[in-house]
C-alpha cells in the first residue's frame, strides 16, 4: 500500500525529495528511505537529480522511471484508425494512422500496422506494450462479446475479435465505446474534472452520449448506455419503426438524424449556408449574423430537444457538449442550447463545451490502458 501510495504521488506531483515523499505520505525517514530503494531496485523509480540552492547536502530527486511499461491507445473510426503509444507517466512517445475504410472486413492487420507505426515512432517493438484499449463507434456486449450498435464497421464485429486481437500484439486488449473513452478524458484532463455527475453529449457523425454517474462509468446490461442517436423524438424518423422508416448510415435514427453532422448540412443549406462540411457549416454561420444566427438557433433548438430527454432522465450536474458539432459551434451554440433548454427541462445542468485538445477517443483510450498498466506494473507485492 505504501508503495502504491509513493508511485502514484510520483505520477500526480513529479520529481520529488525523500523528505516530501515522507511527508506526503506520513512515513518516516528510515521508512521513506527503505521505499525508494526497493522501487529503485524494482526498477519503477530513478534519481532524475538534486535539489539545489539550499544549506546542507543536495536532497536527491526521484521519478517514475517511464520506461518501465508502455501501453497503446487507439481510436477507430470510419476512415482510419489511430494508435498512439505512451510510457508509464503518460507521455505520448509516438503516434501513427492507417487509412481502413469502415467496410473493410479485415480488422487485425490495420490494427497491428497502427500499432506498430506508433511503436516504430517511439523506438519500441510490441515486448514494450503491457496493456492496448481501443475506442470504437457502439458497444461491446459483455455477454456475447460482440459489437453492437455499430453496423457501419462490419469487420468489428466478430465476437473472438478481441481474443484475436490481444493474442497479435501480445497484451490485454479492452475494446470501448469512443464516447466513453472521450468522457473519461473530459474526466481527467477537460471540463469534467470537478464533477462526479455528468453526460458527455458527442455530436458528430454518430451521435451518443456518456454517462457518469457518482464517478462511475454507466454501462447498461448490453453496454448500450447512452445510444441516444437512437432515441425517437418528434419529427425524426425512426430506426425501427416498420418500412416506412429510414435510418443513418450506421443504422441510426431518432436522436441522429436530427443533429447528426448530415443533418447539421441540410439544416444549414435550409438557411442558405453552403458548406462541404458541418463544422465548416458552423464556422461560416458565426460570421452571417443573420442566416447564421437563425441556422444556429434551429440547431440549438434540436439539440435541446434531445438533451432535455437526457436530462429529464439522468438529472446531471454537468453537460459537455463534444464531436466536430458541439465543438466546431463554439460558445455561441452552447449558449443558445442553454436558453433553449431553460424551458423544456427541471433540472439546471451547467453546460460547458469540451476541454480536451486533440482527439479525446484517442486521449480516453490512452487514460484507460494507462490505469489497467499501473495497476500490473505497480503491483509490488
Known amino acids: 500500500m505504501n508503495d502504491r501510495a509513493a508511485l502514484d504521488l510520483l505520477l500526480e506531483e513529479g520529481p520529488l525529495t525523500r523528505t516530501r515523499l515522507g511527508e506526503l505520505t506520513g512515513l518516516s525517514k528510515p521508512t521513506a528511505s527503505q521505499l525508494l530503494g526497493r522501487l529503485t531496485a524494482a526498477g519503477l523509480v530513478r534519481v532524475t537529480g538534486n535539489v539545489t540552492g ?63 507505426g506508433a511503436l516504430a515512432a517511439a523506438g519500441l517493438g510490441r515486448a514494450a506494450l503491457r496493456h492496448t484499449v481501443i475506442g470504437t463507434p457502439g458497444a461491446l456486449d459483455p455477454r456475447t462479446g460482440t459489437l453492437r450498435y455499430a453496423p457501419h464497421l462490419p469487420g468489428w464485429q466478430a465476437p473472438a475479435l478481441r481474443a484475436e486481437l490481444a493474442a497479435l500484439l501480445g497484451t490485454p486488449v479492452v475494446i470501448e465505446n469512443d464516447v466513453n473513452l472521450a468522457a473519461l478524458a473530459e474526466r481527467h484532463r477537460g471540463a469534467a474534472r470537478d464533477a462526479d455527475d455528468y453526460v458527455l453529449l458527442w455530436i458528430d457523425e454518430g451521435v451518443g452520449a456518456a454517462i457518469v454517474l457518482g464517478g462511475r462509468l454507466l454501462r447498461g446490461a448490453t453496454g448500450g448506455a447512452g ?24 443504422g441510426g435514427g431518432g436522436f441522429q438524424m436530427l443533429v447528426g453532422s448530415a443533418a ?3 439544416l444549414a443549406r435550409e438557411h442558405g449556408i453552403d458548406a462541404p462540411t458541418a463544422p465548416q457549416a458552423l464556422l461560416l454561420a458565426a460570421s452571417s449574423p443573420g ?38 459551434g463554439g460558445e455561441r451554440l452552447r449558449e443558445l442550447v442553454e436558453d433553449e433548454l431553460t424551458g423544456l427541462a427541471l433540472p439546471r445542468p451547467r453546460l460547458r463545451l469540451s476541454g480536451v485538445e486533440g482527439s479525446p477517443v484517442l486521449a480516453g483510450a490512452l487514460y484507460g490502458a494507462l490505469a489497467a498498466a499501473r495497476d500490473t506494473v505497480f503491483d509490488t507485492a
Open 54 to 116: 539550499r544549506p546542507g547536502p543536495n536532497a536527491q530527486l526521484y521519478e517514475i522511471e517511464p520506461t518501465a511499461a508502455h501501453v497503446a491507445g487507439l481510436a477507430v473510426d470510419e476512415k482510419g484508425i489511430t494508435a498512439a503509444v505512451a510510457d508509464i507517466t503518460g507521455t505520448v512517445t509516438g503516434e501513427h494512422r492507417v487509412a481502413a475504410p469502415a467496410t473493410d472486413e479485415r480488422v487485425c492487420e490495420p490494427v497491428a500496422e497502427a500499432v506498430d
Open 227 to 250: 445510444e441516444v442517436g437512437y432515441m425517437p423524438l418528434p419529427g425524426a424518423p425512426l430506426a425501427r419503426g416498420g418500412p416506412q422508416a429510414t435510418a443513418g448510415p450506421d
Open 264 to 266: 447539421v448540412l441540410g
Open 291 to 328: 442566416a447564421g444566427e437563425d441556422f444556429l438557433a434551429a440547431l440549438a433548438a434540436r439539440v435541446a430537444t434531445g438533451l432535455a430527454a437526457i436530462v429529464a432522465v439522468v438529472d446531471p450536474e454537468l453537460v459537455v457538449l463534444g464531436g466536430e458539432v458541439g465543438r466546431a
